[in-house]
């Protein structure tokens, strides 16, 4: 039996989502396509046979014939989507970030907790694709296998090519260093407790906004992470992870495995976005859903609670904007 699939926003995300469960996913149909943008979703819709486009979001949530959902449309409307597939019982994979403020990731958390009880299988997915690209699940099992001693500090760098319109230092937080702070928790397995920002120069191609920027974080046994976020990098799309542990460091590989030599040089080629980098991680975390649902057990995807911790490291990032890297206490409500 197949899980019928309806996504809701078909932008550079949606669609390749809903183009990795068609192609690579077994187990799933995309059945409805909804955007704000009718023509996206009929352009999408002609490459997957089978599929409809719908008039509505809500159209997609409430059709009978859909067994689970996707939600890739801007960041505002995750929530008040999340909620309505609750209300009606429907897996839901959303993409990051759950809200745009922890006030609404929380509430999130609570309608999940009404609607399945204690002892149901989560409804609430989140797109941390991270945890399932092969170098960072590798780096996970061998924390959790001790395999060199205690982790002592991680070095992350997030580098792409150039920012969107209408970045700010804020934004480019919640947006995009949001993967590493729900990857830090989870490959350490303990909670950040403290953050600081730092200044360094911007690079001169930026306008309006602090690139890059730098944090630390601080784990609950001193684990101390320095985070390089540096969205206009220009040279490519560059994902960097190295742990240091006491009796040695574990690092991510390039993700190209072919090197090129030509006109005098010997080289790889970093990828444009984040597409490329991470297509496995896309599918292979969309397999773990879908498997999930079919057999009707807890997936091992990010949750609505991992979700909100992320959130609330974001706030205290942001609270400690122009502290000058003065650590601030990171503040974590009750779920
Ligand atoms: N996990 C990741 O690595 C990752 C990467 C990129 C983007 N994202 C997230 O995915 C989401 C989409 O980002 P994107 O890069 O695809 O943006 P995008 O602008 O390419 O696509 C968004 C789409 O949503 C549509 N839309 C607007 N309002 C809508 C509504 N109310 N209902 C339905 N559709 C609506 C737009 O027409 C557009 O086609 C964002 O929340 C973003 O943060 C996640």
Sequence with gaps: MSVNVGVIGTGNMGAHHALTLHGYVSGARVTMLYD???QRAEDLCEHIPGAKVASSALQVVDDP???ALVIASPDATHAPLVLAALRVGKPVLCEKPLAPTTAECAAVVQAERQAVGNAGAPLVSMGFMRRFDPGYAE???????RALGLPLLVHCASRGVSSGPGTTTESAIVGSAVHELDLIPWLLGE???????HRPRSAGQVDGFQDPQLFVLRSRSD???TVELFLNARYGYDIRCEVVCEGGTLSLGHPRATVTNAEQMHYLLHPLDWRPRFADAYRLELQ???TSIALDRPGTL???????RAAEVADAIIASIGTD???TAVEYQAL
């Design 223 to 225: 684990v101390v992470t």
């Design 302 to 308: 990010a949750g609505a609670a991992d979700a909100t």
């Design 325 to 327: 890297g003065r650590e």
């Design 65 to 67: 014939g859909t067994d």
């Design 139 to 145: 780096i996970k099992a061998s924390l959790d296998a």
């Design 36 to 38: 704000a943008d009718a």
């Design 288 to 290: 773990e859903w879908v």
């Design 191 to 197: 909670p950040i407790v403290a953050v600081g920002w």
